[in-house]
């Protein structure tokens, strides 16, 4: 017996040490440089030779550096531009998962990486303080990793720009880079590129090492490329020494010469038209000519509506071109209706909403490139109704930053990931789960991160407090920003906000169980509620009790969009919103919603109409940060707001279960006689044809799958005719004096009434 116990004992030994079949050596480490110093903006040429005696039919590699990089595999560029910018939270860094196999071939194969390192904090990303390089591959069977083995050496023909005074935006961990073509290392990338002379890096540790800590994986797919397109001179627009190439929107990009230049060392200075319009200057860039014609293509991105080139005397451009890039996800809703200004300001919307999705969602893409989460709630949105469900990712990685940055204190803030900001705006994290958790629920139905985000909620709403008689405390923060403009009743915005948030952790306590926090949140609201309306309801609308100038239009509209204002109320707050207007397009799309939740459709056109004509009639592709241009961002996300409004009331399409299990199609046609409008879900495409004239009104829907659309008749409808190869039946539960209501089973149907 005692002889079986030990050869069972030495089995099991046995087993355990041969789990993992790699050596130490065999491990992948991350990789430096042996003399690293920190400084912004270094780049870095790495290489690796491995021999494959057949072509693998996976070749998984893991990938992650701080802080982007470029991959070659045998001469060919794979990988533009490779990983987010770092920060999944305070301490760990993301990674990239890549198959390599359709580019290897028998013998030799060779890697080949650009690494830039941006050495800099910013709004977008934390640096780690070292640069480093980490490849963890199983090609075949083989470990291909980084190590020792490899070949590194700093590519100093990528520099800082110079030339003229300006200091760095600090928002911004990218700096202004210059590229010197005489340092340029010819066909590096190349398989028969001799690197012998090149450095041995230093390795720092396996995975896990300080100060990249643990890697997280990339959930967000690689950018799109959109592909190199190319001018000829003949077709730029020359201005002395200034050329310029129009761009047919306002995109991310990177930009293509082709030039002659009369000796080495002559300067090209490049800049987007945005460069002299912000306050905090985006993205530039330089090139340094070698002798004679050469050509050569940017790798850092930028984003404008034109780039202008400056030419130093001896140089002739020839040819410039661009290549867009972006997040890769489809513009692929659609809606139709016979009016060229709200067609014309969709346009501008979904080309300001594609300009600010990247590593992240951002404000803008050229003066911060960061995830506020007051602009993120109102992109996500946007993005459920226009983009395919591709773009729920980027929606799913800020929700899962905002928690996961979450202070040991139980503070939320953003923008995240950040290495120079960690200040608190109260209001926009209550926007956060007021409405981000909340949409992001209703859309997607991803219950698993309801889950996820309950504790962290909960920890930051506890931080607030309110009182017995229901009156939520200020609450100060970092910032205390509601609103861009004057006359803000913050205290207002604030119990509106509060209440909304609460209600929605209320909706996830009840999701994930916790019930005793689901009745404890909703007989708080019952009391914030009464004392709102009892204390802050005047004859002209709400006001809270410290405010003192002109009565606000934000608070009013914000109380109809809680719930907090009753029907009672709606005139006197529809005819304060005609009148008042002081939001910014960052609450105004609330105002908007709230128009439409009162019934005052025509009032929400007139006022769409009215405050953005300047954005719609402007020469520029995107919208504005302020109504008034001024020398603010003119492609700012929070202002396409009634994108939404023409998706969610006008064609009336929104869910009322999650993952449009079951949705609302609620039309408001205003004075519009026909609207084609359809949406991906994830649950299939919804579509919808309305038609109507002096004798008939005609919907054509199209449900999906697994889902069950809502309709609404006028009550007074004569020959209601409801046609398809489901099921339908009436909601007579839910009728009212307005309409009747219905239930259609996925499938297509055809509703006409007199």
């Given at each position: 017996m005692m002889k079986n116990t030990i050869l069972f004992a030495f089995i099991i030994l046995c087993s355990c040490n041969v789990v993992n079949t790699r050596s130490k050596n065999d491990m992948a480490k991350w990789i430096t440089v042996s003399d690293f110093q920190h400084a912004p903006n270094q780049w870095y040429n790495l290489r690796k030779s491995f021999n494959l005696d057949e072509i693998p039919s996976k070749a998984t590699v893991k990938i992650s550096v701080d802080s982007k990089y470029w991959l070659w595999v045998n001469?060919?560029?794979?990988?533009?531009?490779?990983?987010?910018?770092?920060?999944?939270?305070?301490?760990?860094?993301?990674?990239?998962?890549?198959?390599?196999?359709?580019?290897?071939?028998?013998?030799?194969?060779?890697?080949?990486?650009?690494?830039?390192?941006?050495?800099?904090?910013?709004f977008s990303h934390k640096d780690s303080?070292?640069?480093?390089?980490?490849?963890?591959?199983?090609?075949?069977?083989?470990?291909?990793?980084?190590?020792?083995?490899?070949?590194i050496r700093e590519n100093s023909a990528y520099q800082r720009v110079t030339g003229w005074e300006r200091s760095s935006n600090y928002r911004l961990p990218e700096v202004d880079v210059k590229y010197v073509a005489t340092?340029?290392?010819?066909?590096?990338?190349?398989?028969?590129?001799?690197?012998?002379?090149?450095?041995?890096?230093?390795?720092?540790?396996?995975?896990?090492?300080?100060?990249?800590?643990?890697?997280?994986?990339?959930?967000?797919?690689?950018?799109?490329?959109?592909?190199?397109?190319?001018?000829?001179?003949?077709?730029?627009v020359k201005n002395k020494n200034r050329v310029t190439l129009k761009l047919p929107y306002n995109m991310q990009f990177s930009y293509y010469i082709k030039v002659k230049s009369k000796g080495a060392g002559k300067v090209i200075d490049i800049k987007t038209d945005s460069y002299d319009w912000l306050n905090d200057v985006p993205i530039s860039s330089q090139y340094v000519t070698k002798e004679g014609i050469q050509e050569y293509e940017h790798f850092p991105w930028m984003s404008g509506h034109e780039i202008t080139f400056d030419l130093e005397d001896g140089i002739q451009l020839l040819e410039a071109g661009y290549r867009e890039t972006g997040y890769k996800s489809e513009i692929d809703g659609s809606f139709e209706i016979d009016d060229p200004f709200m067609m014309t300001f969709l346009q501008k919307a979904e080309n300001t909403l594609y300009v600010n999705m990247r590593d992240t969602w951002f404000d803008c893409p050229d003066r911060e490139r960061a995830q506020w989460w007051g602009d993120l709630v109102l992109l996500m949105e946007e993005s459920f109704y226009v983009l395919d469900n591709d773009a729920h990712a980027l929606s799913l990685k800020g929700i899962r930053e905002l928690v996961d940055w979450q202070k040991d204190n139980g503070v939320l803030y953003s923008p995240i990931p950040a290495g120079n900001w960690d200040r608190e705006l109260p209001q926009q994290m209550l926007a956060a789960v007021a409405l981000g958790f909340k949409n992001y629920m209703m859309y997607t139905g991803d219950m698993e991160t309801y889950k996820y985000v309950f504790p962290h909620v909960k920890k930051y709403l506890d931080l607030w407090s309110v009182d017995p008689n229901g009156h939520v405390n200020f609450k100060s923060g970092g910032w205390n920003w509601s609103d861009w403009g004057s006359k803000v009743d913050s205290e207002l915005l604030e119990q509106a906000w509060y209440y909304m948030a609460l209600e929605t952790y209320a909706d996830i306590a009840d999701k994930v169980g916790e019930i005793a926090e689901r009745d404890r949140a909703t007989a708080t609201l019952e009391k914030i509620k009464t004392f709102v309306n009892d204390n802050y309801w005047t004859k002209k609308g709400y006001r809270s009790s410290n405010y003192k100038e002109e009565i606000d239009d934000r608070g009013n509209g914000m109380m109809v969009l809680a719930g907090i204002a009753e029907q009672d109320k709606y005139e006197t707050?529809?005819?304060?919103?005609?009148?008042?207007?002081?939001?910014?397009?960052?609450?105004?799309?609330?105002?908007?919603?709230?128009?439409?939740?009162?019934?005052?459709?025509?009032?929400?056109?007139?006022?769409?109409?009215?405050?953005?004509?300047?954005?719609?009639?402007?020469?520029?592709?995107?919208?504005?940060?302020?109504?008034?241009?001024?020398?603010?961002?003119?492609?700012?996300?929070?202002?396409?707001?009634?994108?939404?409004?023409?998706?969610?009331?006008?064609?009336?399409?929104?869910?009322?279960?999650?993952?449009?299990?079951?949705?609302?199609?609620?039309?408001?046609?205003?004075?519009?006689?026909?609207?084609?409008?359809?949406?991906?879900?994830?649950?299939?495409?919804?579509s919808l044809k309305y038609a109507q004239n002096l004798d008939n009104t005609s919907i054509e829907i199209s449900v999906p799958e697994q889902s069950e659309a809502m309709i609404r008749v006028p009550s007074g409808a004569l020959n209601v005719e409801i046609k398809g190869k489901g099921d339908y039946r009436s909601v007579a539960s839910k009728n009212d004096e307005k309409y009747k209501y219905y239930t259609l089973s996925s499938g297509k149907w055809v509703v006409n009434y007199k």
């Amino acid at each position: 017996m005692m002889k079986n116990t030990i050869l069972f004992a030495f089995i099991i030994l046995c087993s355990c040490n041969v789990v993992n079949t790699r050596s130490k050596n065999d491990m992948a480490k991350w990789i430096t440089v042996s003399d690293f110093q920190h400084a912004p903006n270094q780049w870095y040429n790495l290489r690796k030779s491995f021999n494959l005696d057949e072509i693998p039919s996976k070749a998984t590699v893991k990938i992650s550096v701080d802080s982007k990089y470029w991959l070659w595999v045998n001469g060919t560029l794979v990988i533009r531009e490779g990983m987010v910018k770092r920060g999944p939270n305070p301490s760990d860094t993301y990674y990239d998962e890549l198959d390599l196999a359709k580019f290897l071939k028998k013998g030799k194969n060779t890697v080949a990486v650009l690494a830039w390192y941006f050495g800099k904090e910013g709004f977008s990303h934390k640096d780690s303080g070292k640069f480093g390089f980490f490849f963890n591959g199983d090609i075949g069977g083989q470990s291909v990793v980084s190590d020792h083995t490899w070949k590194i050496r700093e590519n100093s023909a990528y520099q800082r720009v110079t030339g003229w005074e300006r200091s760095s935006n600090y928002r911004l961990p990218e700096v202004d880079v210059k590229y010197v073509a005489t340092a340029n290392i010819e066909n590096w990338q190349n398989i028969d590129f001799d690197d012998s002379s090149w450095d041995t890096p230093i390795e720092v540790g396996a995975e896990g090492v300080a100060p990249w800590n643990n890697l997280v994986k990339r959930n967000i797919p690689q950018w799109k490329d959109f592909g190199l397109k190319k001018v000829a001179a003949a077709d730029l627009v020359k201005n002395k020494n200034r050329v310029t190439l129009k761009l047919p929107y306002n995109m991310q990009f990177s930009y293509y010469i082709k030039v002659k230049s009369k000796g080495a060392g002559k300067v090209i200075d490049i800049k987007t038209d945005s460069y002299d319009w912000l306050n905090d200057v985006p993205i530039s860039s330089q090139y340094v000519t070698k002798e004679g014609i050469q050509e050569y293509e940017h790798f850092p991105w930028m984003s404008g509506h034109e780039i202008t080139f400056d030419l130093e005397d001896g140089i002739q451009l020839l040819e410039a071109g661009y290549r867009e890039t972006g997040y890769k996800s489809e513009i692929d809703g659609s809606f139709e209706i016979d009016d060229p200004f709200m067609m014309t300001f969709l346009q501008k919307a979904e080309n300001t909403l594609y300009v600010n999705m990247r590593d992240t969602w951002f404000d803008c893409p050229d003066r911060e490139r960061a995830q506020w989460w007051g602009d993120l709630v109102l992109l996500m949105e946007e993005s459920f109704y226009v983009l395919d469900n591709d773009a729920h990712a980027l929606s799913l990685k800020g929700i899962r930053e905002l928690v996961d940055w979450q202070k040991d204190n139980g503070v939320l803030y953003s923008p995240i990931p950040a290495g120079n900001w960690d200040r608190e705006l109260p209001q926009q994290m209550l926007a956060a789960v007021a409405l981000g958790f909340k949409n992001y629920m209703m859309y997607t139905g991803d219950m698993e991160t309801y889950k996820y985000v309950f504790p962290h909620v909960k920890k930051y709403l506890d931080l607030w407090s309110v009182d017995p008689n229901g009156h939520v405390n200020f609450k100060s923060g970092g910032w205390n920003w509601s609103d861009w403009g004057s006359k803000v009743d913050s205290e207002l915005l604030e119990q509106a906000w509060y209440y909304m948030a609460l209600e929605t952790y209320a909706d996830i306590a009840d999701k994930v169980g916790e019930i005793a926090e689901r009745d404890r949140a909703t007989a708080t609201l019952e009391k914030i509620k009464t004392f709102v309306n009892d204390n802050y309801w005047t004859k002209k609308g709400y006001r809270s009790s410290n405010y003192k100038e002109e009565i606000d239009d934000r608070g009013n509209g914000m109380m109809v969009l809680a719930g907090i204002a009753e029907q009672d109320k709606y005139e006197t707050i529809s005819t304060l919103l005609q009148n008042v207007k002081h939001s910014s397009p960052y609450i105004d799309k609330y105002q908007l919603e709230a128009l439409f939740m009162m019934g005052k459709s025509e009032q929400a056109l007139s006022r769409i109409k009215t405050r953005y004509k300047a954005m719609v009639d402007s020469e520029l592709t995107t919208l504005w940060e302020l109504f008034e241009l001024g020398n603010s961002s003119y492609n700012h996300g929070w202002s396409g707001g009634p994108l939404t409004i023409m998706y969610k009331y006008m064609a009336g399409i929104k869910p009322i279960r999650p993952g449009f299990e079951q949705f609302e199609v609620f039309p408001e046609p205003l004075s519009y006689k026909n609207i084609k409008c359809s949406i991906s879900t994830i649950k299939g495409n919804i579509s919808l044809k309305y038609a109507q004239n002096l004798d008939n009104t005609s919907i054509e829907i199209s449900v999906p799958e697994q889902s069950e659309a809502m309709i609404r008749v006028p009550s007074g409808a004569l020959n209601v005719e409801i046609k398809g190869k489901g099921d339908y039946r009436s909601v007579a539960s839910k009728n009212d004096e307005k309409y009747k209501y219905y239930t259609l089973s996925s499938g297509k149907w055809v509703v006409n009434y007199k």
